[in-house]
């Protein structure tokens, strides 16, 4: 079953705007983490927050995890077209799971 | 460095014939493997993960089977494939839980 729900689906901006995209979850986690797809590839792996973080940045990936509202969002700053793609978060369930899951993702259209 | 081989990279199948896609991880030891399903735009599927050799753990009942017969083998089979189950299939690779996983460049299986 899919833990992870991302909003909005699908997101279109210009190139050098704000992406912003959200991630809710369901039961309690260790961890949230997100991933990147290109068309037709393998995921790429962007950033990992631990639920005693509230954020995390890296480059121009900011993230931020609300353990009490369940929810998480990933900003991209300054977007470029190579950031088109869709994004996933995933989580890392408690209670000794190994199980890592996905939600269905964001698709990020950046227009030059 | 470690690194994940996934093969085919395409596969046209008829219904009723069997399938074996192969997953191999370099670099690694006794790393926790995964099998993901991603029908077209959609999210990850998880359908089994195993953490260590013959130990494999099923997510989705289904017409699927895995197999892990050396560390870093993974082996995703059916005797019978159905239309349903065509789609995106992606092998990752982590450490341990709670920690970030590696994809593969995924298969592209049809069935006609």
């Known amino acids: 079953s899919q833990q992870g729900e991302e909003d909005p689906q699908a997101l279109s901006i210009q190139e050098g705007e704000n992406a912003t995209m959200n991630c809710s979850y369901k039961t309690s986690i260790n961890n949230l983490q997100w991933y990147r797809q290109n068309s037709g590839r393998g995921l790429v792996h962007l950033i990992l927050?631990?639920?005693?973080?509230r954020e995390k940045h890296s480059g121009r990936l900011r993230v931020t995890l609300d353990t009490s509202k369940k929810s998480s969002s990933l900003l991209i700053t300054a977007s470029r077209a190579a950031d088109t793609a869709s994004y996933f978060c995933a989580t890392d369930s408690g209670a000794g799971s190994y199980q890592l899951t996905f939600g269905k993702g964001t698709k990020l259209s950046v227009i030059p | 460095s470690q690194t994940i081989h996934q093969w085919p990279a395409t596969l046209v199948q008829p219904v009723g014939s069997p399938l074996s896609l192969e997953c191999t991880v370099e670099g690694t030891s006794n790393p926790n493997l995964y099998w993901y399903r991603q029908a077209a735009g959609r999210g990850l599927q998880l359908l089994f993960y195993?953490?260590?050799?013959?130990?494999i753990s099923s997510e989705v009942p289904q017409n699927l089977s895995a197999s892990r017969p050396q560390d870093r083998q993974f082996i995703l089979s059916s005797k019978k494939l159905l239309l349903s189950d065509s789609g995106f299939y992606l092998c990752a690779w982590r450490v341990q839980r709670d920690t970030e996983a590696f994809f593969g460049q995924g298969t592209r299986l049809t069935v006609v």
């Open positions: 927050i631990r639920s005693n973080e």
């Open positions: 195993s953490v260590g050799i013959g130990q």
